[in-house]
Nanobody
Framework: QVQLVESGGGLVQAGGSLRLSCAASGLTFSNYAMAWFRQAPGAEREFVTAITWSGSVTKYVDSVKGRFTISRGNAKNTVYLQMNNLKPEDTAVYYC???????????????????WGQGTQVTVSS
C-alpha cells in the first residue's frame, strides 16, 4: 500500500520561506516521478512542480518559477519543496503525488498521478 506523508506546512509572512517534505513508502520510490500540487479554497487543485525519477528533469508552473525548488532523495524515499519569497497567493493545501507514468516525459496532469498524500496547509500572511 502506497503512503505519501507531507510535512513542513505552516503560517509564514509574505517574503518568508518554508520547506515541505513528502515521505513515501510502499513503492519503489526511484521508479516514480513525483510532484506537488496545491489547492486554494474554492479553487481546483493545480500543478505546481514535478521531478523525474532521477531528478534530472523538473517542471514548474510559471507563477512559482525562480521561487520554488523541487528535489528528491531516493535513498530516503523523500521529495522536497523549498519555497522562498512566499506570497499570499501561494496560500493553499499542498499535496504530494506519485506517478508511474512510463511513456516518456514528465507528467503535469493530475490524472496521471495515481497516489496522493493527505496534504499540508501553507498559509502566507500579507
Amino acid at each position: 500500500q502506497v503512503q505519501l506523508v507531507e510535512s513542513g506546512g505552516g503560517l509564514v509572512q509574505a517574503g518568508g520561506s518554508l520547506r515541505l517534505s513528502c515521505a513515501a513508502s510502499g513503492l519503489t520510490f526511484s521508479n516514480y516521478a513525483m510532484a506537488w500540487f496545491r489547492q486554494a479554497p474554492g479553487a481546483e487543485r493545480e500543478f505546481v512542480t514535478a521531478i523525474t525519477w532521477s531528478g534530472s528533469v523538473t517542471k514548474y508552473v510559471d507563477s512559482v518559477k525562480g521561487r520554488f525548488t523541487i528535489s528528491r532523495g531516493n535513498a530516503k524515499n523523500t521529495v522536497y519543496l523549498q519555497m522562498n519569497n512566499l506570497k499570499p497567493e501561494d496560500t493553499a493545501v499542498y499535496y504530494c503525488a506519485a506517478s508511474d507514468w512510463a511513456r516518456g516525459g514528465l507528467p503535469i496532469i493530475r490524472a496521471l498521478y495515481n497516489s496522493w498524500g493527505q496534504g499540508t496547509q501553507v498559509t502566507v500572511s500579507s
